[in-house]
């Protein structure tokens, strides 16, 4: 079968003994990077040996057959340089080739920096969206978060150190200064920190620069912010971006509370 396993995010005290176990005795390990999954093994101290296949964004949909096949006769251990695989992570195509081919998947949980700074966050955790790395230019990472503007469940998102004081800033104008958000840095770390605020105060705490791993973590939209004439504007929006009318008005009755049936049958009328 495959295994998808989790590691460590930074701290090693957080390997499991399900983990353990898995490296000490798999015959095959799919990793992102060969050479982490080697210090790995030094680290923990394992002698076992394992066949290292490289499994990776740009070989993933190439290799994905090849290894299905493996787990066929025998188990296939897949790793992520840290957290689990396929979450902003290679595994995700390997997954569905599994799947389509009859090959049972299974997981080794563990650390999730999502799931970690969602819980330290002091926001709501009821409801979330994980929305992965933002755009790496600033026109479509601005365009992608104003399309955000308006949900109402708290946003995780991945960002790189060079890029989050550009991000930070343009949640600030995306989402409005007021907004509040939660920078968690070097999670699990030595010099894990931990910093809230407005998306205005953190865009200016960022200027001076941010080292480490980060992940940021978002105050959802409030329900009474949009009103219906812009509820059916973001209709509109959904359906020239190539949604259907229906899954868009359901969407943004989900976001901004005003009825499905009403927001279709305005857009329609818009739309003639």
């Not at 040996?49 to 299905?68: Q, Y």
């Not at 978002?218 to 329900?223: H, I, L, T």
């Not at 509820?231 to 229906?246: I, M, N, P, S």
Request: proline letters at 4%.
């Amino acid at each position: 079968m495959i295994i998808l396993a989790a590691t460590p995010i930074g701290n090693l005290g957080d390997v499991s003994r399900r983990l353990v176990e898995a490296l000490e005795s798999a015959p095959v390990i799919a990793a992102e990077d060969t050479r982490t999954t080697q210090r790995l093994l030094a680290a923990l101290e394992i002698a076992h040996r394992p066949r290292l296949i490289a499994l990776h964004d740009h070989n993933e949909k190439e290799r994905a057959g090849e290894l299905v096949e493996i787990a066929r006769g025998q188990d296939v251990l897949v790793l992520s340089d840290a957290g689990m695989p396929t979450v902003s992570d290679p595994g995700y195509s390997l997954v569905v080739a599994a799947a389509a081919a009859g090959v049972r998947v299974t997981a080794i949980p563990g650390p999730s920096a999502v799931l970690t700074a969602l819980a330290v966050s002091g926001l709501p955790t009821d409801r979330f969206t994980f929305e992965g790395f933002l755009p790496r230019k600033a026109g479509d990472r601005l365009r992608t978060l104003r399309s955000l503007a308006v949900e109402r469940r708290t946003m995780v998102f991945f960002e790189s150190p060079s890029r989050i004081a550009a991000s930070l800033a343009d949640m600030a104008t995306a989402f409005g200064a007021d907004r509040r958000v939660v920078v968690a840095r070097e999670l699990t770390k030595k010099f894990e920190e931990i910093v809230r605020g407005t998306a205005a105060e953190l865009a200016d705490w960022a200027e001076a620069g941010v080292r480490g791993e980060v992940v940021v973590v978002v105050e959802g939209a409030a329900a009474a912010q949009v009103t219906f004439p812009d509820a059916v504007t973001q209709v509109l929006e959904l359906v020239r971006g190539g949604t259907r009318l229906k899954d868009a008005a359901g969407e943004v009755s989900t976001n901004t509370g005003h009825s499905s049936r009403e927001l279709y049958q305005a857009a329609l009328a818009v739309k003639g």
